[in-house]
């Protein structure tokens, strides 16, 4: 059963340009997993991007807003297929089991210009 469903979408150009203005919100935002996957890459923005729009399809799939949970409650783990998994834990856990949400399903994306994130909340 379907409990909620989230989609963000998230400019690469203006996101590469916080990040630039505001170094430290790759450690507040990001696991340093998550952040260790993005360097392999010689571009990390969009892998960061999709990330931050996956926590941000968190929070609508849930239905609550910014605040609600941690950054680090949440965020993207790759399976040994490649395939991107949820991890959520902390408050954002705790939320979910209140919800009825049992499972996650999560769609990453990214063109050179917008990170998209697409998560259904399955009870």
């Known amino acids: 059963m379907i409990v909620g469903i989230g989609?963000?979408?998230?400019?690469?150009?203006?996101?590469?340009?916080?990040?630039?203005?505001?170094?430290?919100m790759r450690d507040r935002v990001f696991t340093h997993e998550e952040l260790a996957y993005a360097e392999q890459s010689s571009?990390?923005?969009p892998s960061l991007a999709v990330r931050f729009a996956?926590?941000?399809?968190?929070?609508?799939?849930?239905?609550?807003?910014?605040?609600?949970?941690?950054?680090?409650?949440?965020?993207?783990?790759?399976d040994e297929s490649g395939r991107?998994?949820?991890?959520?834990?902390?408050?954002?856990?705790e939320l979910a089991r209140e919800r009825g949400i049992a499972s996650w399903h999560?769609?990453?994306s990214h063109s050179d210009d917008t990170a998209i994130a697409f998560v259904v909340a399955a009870g």
């Open 7 to 24: 989609v963000d979408a998230v400019d690469i150009d203006r996101f590469r340009t916080v990040l630039q203005r505001t170094p430290s």
């Open 84 to 93: 991107p998994t949820l991890v959520v834990g902390g408050a954002a856990a």
């Open 54 to 78: 996956a926590r941000e399809a968190v929070m609508k799939a849930m239905g609550v807003g910014l605040g609600a949970f941690g950054f680090h409650d949440v965020f993207v783990r790759r």
């Open 43 to 45: 571009d990390a923005v």
């Open 106 to 108: 999560v769609s990453l």
